[in-house]
């Protein structure tokens, strides 16, 4: 079985300051992983995603996210916040069979 | 390229009473997953669909059912509603030729409220 823990409810930054969303998994099998951000009212849209290819994923906005596979990790980080960042991260684990979302993180941007 | 669509967006329904939800995958997408995602949490996979039929489930009961038509177009019924079934539910649509980590690709939802 797996599952994922996403290890904030809730994270504030300022305007211009970086972003770390933390993120541990478990799984049996070689994961792949995303990240998802849901804004208010909206659905989810992927923000970038591992599988098992560079460690070090690039994604859409800034956000960038590393596999570290000792650590059972995949933190999502942003060098810079912006307002528009104010949402709900999710942090997924999947293998072929399924698909398991973490409780989520609300991250809050202050200006 | 119209995304992935859902109706209604809103729906309030009685205890008891059953429910529709209606999902149109992204152009090019054969698969249809359906999730629950009650207030404050993360979304909860419910079902797929591939090729009109179920291929994969959740831990829901049987009260919860769908279909896909031969155009991947796709129906989550649930019916005897609970109170407890107040929530987001979200379609999501894939390539079943996408591979291993299969990204997928999420409607807007639809916001189910039983009283």
């Known amino acids: 079985a797996q599952s994922v823990t996403q290890l904030d409810s809730h994270v504030s930054v300022s305007e211009g300051t970086p972003v770390l969303l933390r993120c541990n998994y478990s799984?049996?099998?070689?994961?792949?992983l995303f990240w998802y951000v849901q804004h208010p009212n909206k659905g989810l849209q992927l923000l970038l995603k591992y599988t098992s290819a560079a460690t070090l994923v690039k994604g859409i906005n800034g956000f960038e996210a590393e596999f570290k596979k000792s650590e059972t990790s995949f933190h999502l980080t942003k060098p810079s916040a912006h307002m528009s960042d104010a949402a709900e991260y999710f942090c997924v684990v999947s293998d072929l069979n399924d698909m398991r979302f973490g409780a989520g993180t609300r991250l809050t941007v202050k200006p | 390229d119209a995304g992935v669509t859902q109706s209604p967006t809103h729906l309030i329904k009685t205890r008891g009473q059953q429910v529709t939800l209606r999902c149109s995958p992204k152009s090019g997408h054969d698969t249809v997953s359906w999730y629950q995602q009650a207030l404050g949490q993360g979304p909860q996979f419910i079902f797929q669909?591939?090729?009109?039929?179920?291929?994969q489930r959740g831990n829901f009961p049987d009260r919860f059912s769908g279909h896909q038509f031969p155009n991947y177009s796709s129906e989550l019924n649930v019916n005897a509603l609970l109170l407890g079934d107040s929530a987001l539910y979200l379609c999501?649509?894939?390539?079943?030729?996408?591979?291993?980590?299969?990204?997928?690709?999420f409607g807007p939802g639809t916001r189910l409220t039983v009283t």
């Open positions: 999501a649509s894939s390539s079943s030729g996408a591979g291993p980590g299969y990204e997928q690709y």
């Open positions: 669909y591939y090729e009109e039929e179920e291929r």
């Open positions: 799984s049996s099998y070689s994961p792949s």
